[in-house]
């Protein structure tokens, strides 16, 4: 699954839960600015097993991302954890949270695009059922869209045999 530096290398598979996760961050402007979700997506499952929503895209929307899903999953000890090089994944907030939690750290090659595809997937699909719908006033009625989607649409209704599984 991961080479000696960490790295995925396009291996987005996994035999059980918590062994790997996928980590982005996207931003879509409101009438008030832009607002920015990092997600986290358990590949076994293709769950999104955690995010954070914020108007700044800084270190603690990642870090915040990746406690919500520590929190949900549990024993989360030896997942591997993978992103891109963004420098909100280079922080050392984020490099400490993922070490609280036993984590490991992967990221893509520079100008490896398809290094995290399956994340990219995600977001794809989250610009074509939300955030391309309608033009969104406020930061609050984006946020409440985006949570609604995940966490009614995407886990419940989308059907995908990953999802049937933890």
């Not at 090089?85 to 036993?102: C, E, M, P, T």
């Not at 997937?121 to 949570?147: C, D, G, H, M, Y």
């Amino acid at each position: 699954m991961t080479d000696k530096h960490g790295v995925t290398r396009h291996v987005f598979t996994a035999d059980a839960p918590n062994r790997l996760w996928l980590t982005d961050i996207t931003e879509h402007w409101t009438g008030e600015g832009k607002l920015y979700l990092c997600a986290v997506k358990d590949v076994y499952s293709n769950r999104i097993v955690g995010y954070s929503i914020d108007s700044r895209m800084k270190s603690h929307l990642p870090v915040a991302a990746l406690a919500n899903a520590a929190a949900r999953r549990g024993d989360v000890a030896g997942c591997v954890v993978h992103s891109d090089r963004g420098s909100q994944f280079r922080a050392r907030k984020y490099v400490h949270a993922l070490n609280r939690h036993d984590m490991v750290g992967s990221m893509g090659r520079v100008g490896s695009c398809g290094d995290n595809a399956a994340m990219e997937s995600f977001f794809s699909l989250l610009q074509k059922n939300v955030l391309n719908r309608r033009s969104w006033a406020t930061r609050q009625e984006l946020r409440i869209a985006i949570v609604t989607w995940i966490e009614r649409t995407y886990h419940r209704r989308r059907r995908q045999e990953g999802l049937l599984k933890v």
